[in-house]
């Protein structure tokens, strides 16, 4: 049968195998400013074998060809024949992917149990993003070679190439980036030096050499680390002397019985010295993994630290009336670096610069607040020098607070009656959450943190003022509550407009997760890039993602207990529900509920999921360099209302693109 014209059939539907899918779309793969991540991934599995105890050594080395080379001693990759492809397992670990041997979370002893690699996508980046790869294997007295090229392809099937001792055992790859998949195909030999010398921190049984070619010589650097995190934070913070002696520590769960929550081997190492001055040295680590944003790890690091120092304080009797320390006020002078283990680390991308398992605040809160609490009151001392500096930083920014409020109280504004406010008189710090409907405002009211967080519910859904003249625009009571409750007045984009009076530097927008919520968005943000235009300029308009799918996991295995998942949307849900099947929970075993709103979730977990700053996810409302003129083009399309038949027209053309949930 004749395709006709514009029909979309069978024939329309593309299945990448194979690499494809990373050659199609490699920067959902790695980064692709340098071919420094597809290296990274080829070090990371080498530093995994260093992690089970195998390897003793890892060597980079980086030629003056661009290609680079890494070596270890570990076990060797598997050379055998896969029982399900046929063909050598080094073959289908560097080709096929989502393969490797760190999938099985919930074996007690299996020996990737806690490790970098999660997806089994890692060396097949760097295979399809060269232009040749060489993987040499040493294991079982043979030497082994297999070669790929053309972006991943087989050029030499595995050969034996000769023999070695039984001891003998290791991996050599080498690859060639190349240069059409990055900015630039230079490795930047500073940040693979800074990774080197962190993973030797975090292996003191581990050495890590780097090589690097020039004319025709190379200039080695190792490091090693005998005393692990002790060593290399003292090296680490160098010149800027703390107030007080550094506080160490590591804590794992040892046994199931210890922790309801967490799984035997989960935990966390950390260093913490607090400086008054200088540039502050902040590191935290996954898995050995260098998270360079942060993450939810580092927000538990935070919370036990703040927890710590703030009970510490009351013991002591060291607060001054009226003055209120925040985590901010601990956590602004603090020196850190952090080494979590978890068996089922959540990123965000493949790059993992960012954790964002919420679960990891839960956890690293409970490895160090208690310790923290205990080392402070041993050393009494030094625990009051850190409590000083604390207490400074507290001062410091209620009076900075305190000059903002007398700025503003020479004209004093009526807030809006339906307005819950916060404690705080720090606009920097405070946030005000827009939602609709009285159940959802009366759960955000429950949910939020008192000290710092606003609710202003409205009532049913907000008025479209795209062609509302500023005359007529207070007309409407639901729109003055907001400009009231902002504390700034409308303008124009062209105008400048006086901002002293906006009282929350956070204006989030709280719907439900469904096409009504979505419609909601829609308007207030149409409200605000029509009349309050610098509020989205600079950065103060934010939307929240509460999740629409809760999922209820029992608890499986010896190892891993019940707990609770959350998902934005069902391509969220159906990737989580993957995850679980390849954690060994059977299908049916978890109960799936979604949220018909807001309303319907209990306090806490509005709190957990949307509006804990260290766990929820949220997006910044932003309007891109250059895209002010389009941006205002699509808006009069869809709100204006003279311009229905283009809307119909656009939703002709692209309306089979979104994928509505109407259920």
């Given at each position: 049968m004749a395709k006709k014209d514009n029909a979309y059939t069978a024939e329309d539907i593309e299945?990448?195998?194979?690499?494809?899918?990373?050659?199609?779309?490699?920067?959902?793969?790695?980064?692709?400013?340098?071919?420094?991540?597809?290296?990274?991934?080829?070090?990371?599995?080498?530093?995994?074998?260093?992690?089970?105890?195998?390897a003793k050594g890892v060597t980079v080395t980086l030629h003056e060809d661009g290609s680079a080379e890494v070596q270890d001693d570990g076990r060797g990759i598997p050379v055998d024949i896969h029982p399900v492809k046929k063909v050598p397992a080094v073959q289908v670990i560097f080709t096929t992917l989502h393969s490797g041997g760190k999938f099985r979370k919930?074996?007690?002893?299996?020996?990737?149990?806690?490790?970098?690699?999660?997806?089994?996508?890692?060396?097949?980046?760097?295979n399809a993003l060269s232009t040749r790869l060489e993987v040499d294997v040493k294991r079982d007295g043979a030497k082994w070679r297999v070669v790929f090229g053309d972006n991943g392809k087989l050029q030499e099937p595995l050969v034996q190439t000769g023999t070695c001792g039984p001891r003998e055992s290791g991996t050599r790859i080498r690859f060639w980036p190349d240069p059409r998949y990055f900015d630039s195909p230079k490795i930047v030999a500073s940040d693979l030096a800074f990774l080197m010398r962190a993973k030797a921190m975090l292996l003191p049984g581990v050495k890590f050499t780097l090589n690097i070619e020039k004319g025709g010589r190379f200039e080695t650097t190792t490091?090693?680390?005998?005393?692990?995190?002790?060593?290399?934070?003292?090296?680490?913070?160098?010149?800027?002397?703390?107030?007080?002696?550094?506080?160490?520590?590591?804590?794992?769960?040892?046994?199931?019985?210890?922790?309801?929550?967490?799984?035997?081997?989960?935990?966390?190492?950390?260093?913490?010295?607090?400086?008054?001055?200088?540039?502050?040295?902040?590191?935290?680590?996954?898995?050995?993994?260098?998270?360079?944003?942060?993450?939810?790890?580092?927000?538990?690091?935070?919370?036990?630290?703040?927890?710590?120092?703030?009970?510490?304080?009351?013991?002591?009797?060291?607060?001054?009336?009226g003055l209120k320390v925040v985590p901010e006020?601990?956590?602004?002078?603090?020196?850190?670096?952090?080494?979590?283990?978890?068996?089922?680390?959540?990123?965000?991308?493949?790059?993992?610069?960012?954790?964002?398992?919420?679960?990891?605040?839960?956890?690293?809160?409970?490895?160090?607040?208690?310790?923290?609490?205990?080392?402070?009151?041993?050393?009494?001392?030094?625990?009051?020098?850190?409590?000083?500096?604390v207490l400074r930083q507290a001062l410091t920014r209620t009076r900075a607070a305190q000059?903002?409020?007398?700025?503003?109280?020479?004209?004093?504004?009526?807030?809006?009656?339906?307005?819950?406010?916060?404690?705080?008189?720090?606009?920097?710090?405070?946030?005000?959450?827009?939602v609709e409907g009285d159940s959802a405002g009366g759960s955000a009211k429950q949910a939020r943190d008192k000290e710092f967080q606003a609710v202003?519910?409205?009532?049913?859904?907000?008025?479209?003022?795209?062609?509302?003249?500023?005359?007529?625009l207070y007309a409407n009571k639901e729109i003055e509550a907001i400009a009231l409750?902002?504390?700034?007045?409308?303008?124009?984009?062209?105008?400048?407009?006086?901002?002293?009076?906006?009282?929350?530097?956070?204006?989030?927008?709280?719907?439900?997760?469904?096409?009504?919520?979505?419609?909601?968005?829609?308007?207030?943000?149409?409200?605000?890039?029509?009349?309050?235009?610098?509020?989205?300029?600079?950065?103060?308009?934010?939307?929240?993602?509460?999740?629409?799918?809760?999922?209820?996991v029992p608890a499986h295995g010896k190892n891993k207990p019940a707990r609770k998942l959350y998902a934005l949307d069902k391509q969220e849900l159906a990737s989580l529900e993957d995850k679980l099947r390849d954690e060994g929970v059977k299908d049916g075993a978890w109960a799936v509920s979604r949220f018909?709103?807001?309303?319907?979730?209990?306090?806490?977990?509005?709190?957990?999921?949307?509006?804990?700053?260290?766990?929820?996810?949220?997006?910044?409302?932003?309007v891109e360099d250059g895209q002010l003129e389009v941006t205002g083009t699509v808006f009069d399309m869809m709100m204006a209302r003279e311009n229905a038949s283009q809307r119909r027209e656009w939703m002709e053309t692209y309306g089979n693109l979104v994928d509505a949930d109407i259920s």
């Open positions: 299945i990448l195998e194979d690499l494809a899918p990373i050659l199609h779309r490699p920067g959902m793969y790695t980064d692709p400013v340098n071919p420094n991540h597809a290296l990274v991934e080829i070090i990371d599995n080498a530093a995994d074998e260093g992690l089970a105890g195998f919930t074996d007690r002893d299996a020996v990737y149990r806690i490790a970098g690699g999660l997806h089994g996508v890692g060396v097949c980046v760097s490091w090693h680390f005998p005393d692990g995190i002790k060593g290399y934070f003292a090296t680490a913070v160098g010149v800027n002397e703390p107030v007080a002696s550094s506080f160490f520590g590591e804590r794992y769960v040892t046994a199931q019985s210890e922790s309801d929550s967490f799984a035997e081997g989960e935990g966390a190492l950390w260093a913490v010295a607090w400086t008054p001055e200088g540039e502050l040295v902040t590191e935290s680590y996954v898995n050995m993994i260098p998270t360079r944003h942060g993450g939810t790890h580092v927000s538990g690091l935070r919370e036990g630290a703040y927890q710590a120092i703030k009970n510490f304080i009351d013991l002591h009797a060291m607060g001054q009336r006020d601990v956590w602004s002078r603090a020196n850190y670096v952090l080494s979590v283990k978890m068996l089922d680390p959540q990123f965000k991308g493949q790059v993992k610069n960012e954790l964002i398992s919420r679960d990891a605040v839960k956890l690293t809160a409970q490895m160090v607040r208690d310790p923290f609490e205990l080392w402070l009151n041993e050393h009494v001392d030094e625990g009051k020098k850190i409590a000083e500096l000059k903002v409020e007398r700025r503003k109280s020479s004209g004093v504004a009526v807030l809006p009656g339906k307005l819950t406010d916060c404690a705080s008189d720090d606009p920097d710090r405070n946030e005000l959450f827009i202003l519910p409205l009532k049913g859904k907000p008025k479209n003022t795209w062609q509302d003249s500023p005359d007529t409750a902002i504390g700034v007045d409308h303008h124009k984009r062209t105008d400048t407009p006086d901002l002293s009076g906006l009282r929350y530097r956070k204006i989030i927008v709280l719907a439900d997760a469904d096409v009504d919520g979505a419609h909601i968005q829609v308007l207030l943000l149409t409200l605000f890039f029509r009349h309050f235009p610098k509020l989205i300029e600079n950065g103060n308009v934010y939307v929240a993602q509460p999740p629409l799918f809760r999922i209820d018909k709103g807001l309303g319907e979730m209990s306090p806490e977990q509005l709190w957990e999921t949307t509006l804990n700053p260290d766990t929820r996810r949220m997006l910044p409302v932003l």
